[in-house]
């Protein structure tokens, strides 16, 4: 009984590395794993036949059976890692990155002109000491015209005749409502820029749109002057169209007062490009500020202006026509 057992596990060891060695996937490494080495595998019948020894043979069949699950395990384990390694370099070949082959091309996007004006300005105010605040396009008549000091009979309204729509609310004229909006949650000291879309009912030609874009800014403390205005004005536009001369002529808006238009020398002739004035005190109260303790100025420009001015761009149409041979340009 002991050689006929002792025989078939040899004969088994040597069935099984013949078989291990052969399997060519980690499944079927799998499938031999368990039909020899598993609980119900080749092996542990074998070893349910030991019963039958005697105590003097068991040891000895023990001991070959060992040797034999031994010997299989680490058959198993080594075709397994070279499986392993076999599948890896197979994968490698396949996904192989030819680092000499040309890139696919895609085209990189350009930033607008009318976003780089936005941009810079952005950037020249921030840096001194701005905060960027944004409103809504859709306004009521309160926050666009009479908290700026415009009641609804006033000549002024005429000159930002804008889009009215049925529940009375209307299209900004421009971002001073955001002013507006910012000063009624914020307490002084405040310097704020206000950058986006407006409306007007304007005639469409080669400088004037009925839709277009503005930046305008507010600075409100005790003690703010008209040289607090002038010095800030100077700075943002040397910054953004360098060592110019700069002029302040006396001007009308409703909301501020002196008022200002701003020109600079630019090729040889005046050119106006901002308006601007000491906040009026009217607005001041309409927010809640004491216009005894505060005083604060404001500025505003056409984003377009700037941007026609330097890109030397001939035609306002040209900059909302979305053609990728003027925008290639920038």
């Not at 197979?90 to 192989?96: G, M, P, R």
């Amino acid at each position: 009984m002991t050689n006929n057992l002792e025989a078939q596990l040899l004969a088994l060891q040597e069935e099984g590395e013949k078989a291990i060695a052969a399997a060519n996937t980690l499944e079927r490494l799998e499938e031999l794993r368990v039909s020899y080495l598993g609980k119900k595998g080749q092996l542990g019948a074998l070893l349910r036949s030991m019963g039958q020894l005697s105590a003097e043979e068991r040891p000895k069949i023990g001991a070959i059976a060992n040797t034999v699950k031994d010997a299989l395990q680490a058959r198993i384990d080594q075709q397994h890692t070279a499986l392993e390694k076999a599948q890896i370099q197979a994968q490698l070949e396949a996904e192989n990155l030819d680092v000499t082959m040309p890139g696919i091309y895609r085209s990189q996007g350009r930033v607008h002109p009318l976003n780089g004006i936005i941009d810079r300005a952005i950037d020249i105010f921030v840096g001194m000491g701005y905060t960027v605040a944004n409103g809504p396009e859709m306004e009521t008549d309160y926050y666009n015209f009479e908290a700026l000091n415009t009641p609804p009979d006033h000549p002024a309204r005429d000159m930002q005749d804008t889009f009215y729509l049925p529940d009375g609310n209307l299209l900004r004229t421009h971002t001073s409502s955001v002013q507006i909006r910012y000063m009624e949650t914020e307490e002084p000291p405040i310097r704020v820029i206000a950058p986006g879309r407006v409306y007007r009912r304007d005639n469409v030609d080669a400088t004037h749109s009925a839709v277009f874009h503005q930046i305008e800014l507010l600075a409100v403390d005790e003690g703010l002057t008209f040289t607090d205005l002038k010095g800030t004005v100077k700075v943002f536009l040397q910054e953004m169209f360098g060592d110019v001369e700069i002029r302040f002529r006396a001007s009308y808006f409703p909301f501020t007062e002196p008022s200002a238009e701003v020109d600079l020398r630019w090729n040889g002739r005046w050119l106006e490009v901002m308006g601007c004035g000491m906040v009026d005190p009217n607005v001041l109260k309409a927010v809640g500020y004491d216009p005894e303790v505060y005083t604060g100025f404001a500025a505003g420009f056409g984003v377009e202006r700037f941007a026609m001015v330097l890109h030397q761009i001939d035609d306002i149409r040209r900059v909302y026509a979305s053609d990728l041979r003027f925008l290639r340009q920038f």
